[in-house]
């Protein structure tokens, strides 16, 4: 079992930032490539960032390029989002997940453990 708590949600203004954490405990964290969805209300859950276990190799949304950055400290057993230039339409709520699967990582079904989510509000 991975138990997965995220935090760092919360309201900003278009154009600003917000950095997520995602703090795991249990199974080896090192062990999971990890993933951060978003769902916004009345919409299907996205697929936000990935990234693999060792932290190589990372995968975005066209959606949010160039503006999320994924990382983490397999020390600390925690997953970042690094959110900067957020729009209105970035706001959803944030979900970490932990995923023991090497390919198709933007596939939420690739994902065996989920985060309860936090939210990130950006206003206009």
């Known amino acids: 079992q991975v138990q997965l708590v995220e935090s760092g949600g919360g309201l900003v203004q278009a154009g600003g930032s917000l950095r997520l954490s995602c703090a795991a405990s249990?199974?080896?964290?090192?062990?999971?490539?990890m993933g951060w969805f978003r769902q916004a209300p009345e919409k299907e859950r996205e697929f936000v960032a990935a990234i693999t276990w060792s932290g190589g190799r990372t995968y975005y949304a066209d959606s949010v390029k160039g503006r999320l950055t994924i990382s983490r400290d397999n020390a600390k057993n925690t997953v970042y989002l690094q959110m900067n230039s957020l729009k209105p339409e970035d706001t959803a709520v944030y979900y970490c997940?932990?995923?023991?699967?090497?390919?198709?990582?933007?596939?939420?079904?690739?994902?065996?453990?989920w985060g309860q989510g936090t939210q990130v509000t950006v206003s206009s």
């Open positions: 997940a932990a995923s023991l699967r090497w390919l198709e990582l933007q596939n939420r079904n690739q994902y065996s453990y």
């Open positions: 249990g199974r080896t964290f090192s062990s999971f490539a």
